[in-house]
């Protein structure tokens, strides 16, 4: 098994950029690809974007593409999110899960091992 814990998470105004990391624990992350999703107050948790095993790949969701980029440092087990031109709709718990099949996944039913979450408040 593998444990994940984010951090990063802040609050930070409009236009502003943050950087969420998720650092593995228990096993190597490049055994996972990655994803990252989030949460919004009474919505439904939803894929953010998501890298490979080599992070030679990645996807991200339409409303992020351009402006949040997935990276990951298999030598210090850890997952990046680079997150610039916040909007306020930006704001919800930020989550990183970890996918033992192979390929990207963009659902949450694809990965197996997920981290506690970590808020991101974008003030407009």
């Known amino acids: 098994q593998v444990q994940l814990v984010e951090s990063g998470g802040g609050l930070v105004q409009a236009g502003g950029s943050l950087r969420l990391s998720c650092a593995a624990s228990?096993?190597?992350?490049?055994?996972?690809?990655m994803g990252w999703f989030r949460q919004a107050p009474g919505k439904e948790r939803e894929f953010v974007g998501a890298?490979?095993?080599?992070?030679?790949?990645?996807r991200y969701a339409d409303s992020v593409k351009g402006r949040f980029t997935i990276s990951r440092d298999n030598a210090k087990n850890t997952v990046y999110l680079q997150m610039s031109s916040l909007k306020s709709e930006d704001t919800a718990v930020y989550y990183c899960a970890a996918r033992t099949s192979y390929g990207l996944g963009l659902d949450v039913r694809d990965y197996d091992y997920w981290g506690q979450g970590t808020q991101v408040t974008v003030s407009s």
């Open positions: 890298i490979s095993w080599s992070g030679g790949g990645t």
């Open positions: 228990g096993r190597t992350l490049s055994y996972y690809s």
